[in-house]
């Protein structure tokens, strides 16, 4: 059963993704089927740097980590 569910999670994923391949430019549209909800914590003071967590849920792949980003403010 979570097998079937997690293959058609994917294969509606791979269909979203194969629709956009090689657009040059990102559109409200394009974003709002990739993407569920972006979740921003605030920021927060760590070893004398601001840092802000972003987490981004996907449509039918969930949560994805990538390396963090550091950036001064």
């Known amino acids: 059963d979570t097998y079937e569910q997690n293959k058609s999670d994917f ?3 791979a ?5 956009y391949v090689g657009r040059k430019e ?10 569920k909800k972006i979740l921003v914590d ?6 004398g740097k601001w840092v802000q ?3 981004i849920v996907f449509n039918f792949v969930g949560e994805i980590n990538f390396k ?4 001064s403010v």
């Open 11 to 13: 294969d509606s994923f």
């Open 15 to 19: 269909a979203i993704i194969r629709k």
């Open 26 to 35: 990102l559109t409200p549209a394009i974003v709002n089927e990739f993407i």
């Open 42 to 47: 605030a920021p927060e003071k760590v070893g």
């Open 53 to 55: 967590k972003v987490d």
């Open 68 to 71: 963090t980003a550091e950036k």
